[in-house]
């Protein structure tokens, strides 16, 4: 289990740059600002199954990296910030 973490956080590392631009090309479009994090992180799932489809790699994998990816890129803590302020806490 440990090195899939470690593969999934060096996978990470490549694709989150791709994901913030994708997202800084989402930011353009007038939408709602709570929804970035969340097109963030799925864009990052997207990104990685496209890769491990591509490469013939692991889907589990290159999803969790997505995801790492996407989370990285939008930034958690905004991930969290939008939750809470949608729920009126």
């Given at each position: 289990m440990e090195?899939?973490?470690?593969?999934?956080v060096a996978l990470s590392a490549v694709m989150a740059p791709v994901i913030a631009i994708f997202v800084q090309l989402f930011k353009t479009a007038d939408l709602?600002?709570?929804w970035l994090p969340?097109?963030?992180i799925g864009l990052?799932?997207?990104v990685g199954v496209v890769f491990a489809l591509a490469g013939g790699d692991d889907l589990f994998l290159y999803?969790?990296?997505g995801l790492l990816s996407g989370a990285a890129s939008s930034g958690l803590y905004d991930s969290v910030k939008s939750?809470?302020?949608?729920?009126?806490e």
């Open positions: 090195t899939v973490l470690n593969e999934a709602n600002k709570r969340f097109i963030s990052g799932i997207a999803g969790l990296a939750v809470k302020s949608a729920k009126g």
